[in-house]
């Protein structure tokens, strides 16, 4: 860890520790409690399969009340404002080789072309 410093905002202390799941590196005095890590791990991770999950992120991206819970919850463990973990989340992160749109998007679309609506 040396070198790094604190992922918490505004600190710049260095690192003992990062977080197993997700990396995310903090100092003595901000490396979270073993219950809040598992708290925000569970966060991390589906903050992550939405960015990665076109159908996950249609249903939980961002604009729904969950998204922006989840967002909250990161924003509060790491220090940092709500609007900037939300700006940082709503990324869409599908790999290039099999980017698409969701599933439902996809049907509607076909159920139009054939004339059902
Ligand atoms: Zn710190």
């Known amino acids: 860890m040396t070198g ?3 992922e918490h ?3 710049r ?3 003992i520790a990062a977080m197993p799941d997700n990396g995310a590196c903090f100092c003595a005095e901000h490396f979270p409690s073993r219950t809040v890590r598992a708290l925000c791990d569970a966060v991390v991770y589906v903050l992550n ?3 990665q999950d ?3 992120r249609w ?3 961002w604009g ?3 998204f922006h819970r989840l967002c909250v919850a990161e924003a509060a463990v790491k220090g940092e404002e709500v609007n900037a973990v939300e700006g940082r989340r709503r990324v ?3 790999p290039d080789y099999r980017k698409r749109e969701p599933e439902v998007v996809v049907l509607r679309e076909k159920l139009r072309a054939a004339g059902v609506e």
């Open 4 to 6: 790094f410093v604190c």
């Open 92 to 94: 869409d992160l599908q």
């Open 59 to 61: 249903v939980m991206g």
């Open 64 to 66: 729904t009340e969950s």
């Open 54 to 56: 076109p159908d996950l």
């Open 13 to 15: 202390q260095p690192v």
């Open 9 to 11: 905002a505004g600190c």
């Open 49 to 51: 399969r939405i960015q």
